[in-house]
């Protein structure tokens, strides 16, 4: 089998199973998103989170939080209240933590440049810790993140370790960055669609038109990066939000893996 023919396999089969998370659906944030993918053929979503506030009670092991073993006590992909955290906080016997995950999208591509194009669309949206990661099996999926994510314990075996109001500071701020998230969410979508204009422009054209139009431009300038030519569709605004961003590294990953 080919490996077009097999990706359309794979599609196929993944957009037919029942959604298997906590939810049972997609978040209402990354809707118009994971329909735009999916209904694209290079691309289609195994796994979505449009972002989210959670409060999570249970033994943290070292420094890394597990969320696998622990106790759910509030989960929101809203802005969160104190009164909220407050109550949810009652129910904690263990060492209770405060998250904010932003917005985890993992896209399998048809090939490399496929992904590519999407990463470069990722980055310059925010999403500066997306990274590709090729299978063993030719698989080729895209994670698209970003860093800008919030994690402080609040108690300590059931015990509240921190006043009301600082509380309501953490969540001011965890609220904020749910904000910039949807805003990311909602430029990535933005480009995605002018990026997919651009190309159904150019493929209406005459073949011989663009033929004879790169023959003349070659001689005048370099050929345009495919990942460049997708990914300039920023206003002012966009360019100077993305100077202030505090998400400073970028991260792309491409390395066998078996799948």
């Known amino acids: 089998m080919d490996r077009t023919a097999e990706f359309r396999r794979w599609k196929a089969q993944c957009l037919s199973k029942a959604d298997l ?4 659906s997609v978040d209402e944030d990354v809707v118009e998103l994971v329909q735009l993918l ?16 959670i409060l999570l009670d249970g033994d ?24 909220d955290v407050i109550a949810a906080l009652k129910k904690a016997n263990g060492d209770a933590i405060l998250k904010f995950e932003p917005l985890i999208l993992h896209v399998q591509c048809r090939q490399l440049q496929d992904a590519q194009i999407l990463h470069s669309l990722a980055i310059d949206s925010g999403f500066r810790n997306s990274g590709i990661t090729v ?6 999926m895209l994670a698209i993140r970003s860093t800008h994510g919030l994690e402080v314990p609040l108690s300590r075996k059931g015990k509240l370790m921190v006043t009301e109001e600082y509380i309501e500071f953490l969540l001011k701020i965890a609220n904020q960055k749910m904000e910039e998230n949807k805003k990311r969410i909602e430029r990535l979508y933005n480009c995605l669609q ?11 054209r005459p073949k011989e038109k663009i033929k004879d139009k790169n ?12 990942e460049e030519a997708h990914s300039k569709c920023f206003t002012e605004e966009n360019v100077k939000e993305r100077e202030n961003d505090d998400d400073l590294g970028i991260s792309v990953t491409i390395f066998p893996e078996d799948y």
């Open 38 to 53: 999916n209904g694209r053929e290079p691309y289609f979503t195994t796994s979505s989170c449009a972002g989210r506030i």
């Open 60 to 83: 943290i092991n070292g420094f890394e939080v597990q969320k696998q073993n622990r106790c759910w006590l509030l989960v929101t992909h809203k802005p969160c209240v104190k009164d």
């Open 194 to 204: 002018h990026a997919l204009e651009k190309e159904n422009i150019t493929n209406s």
């Open 215 to 226: 023959k003349s431009s070659y001689t005048r300038k370099k050929k345009r990066n495919p």
């Open 21 to 24: 998370s906590r939810k049972g």
């Open 135 to 140: 299978g063993k099996r030719g698989k080729t």
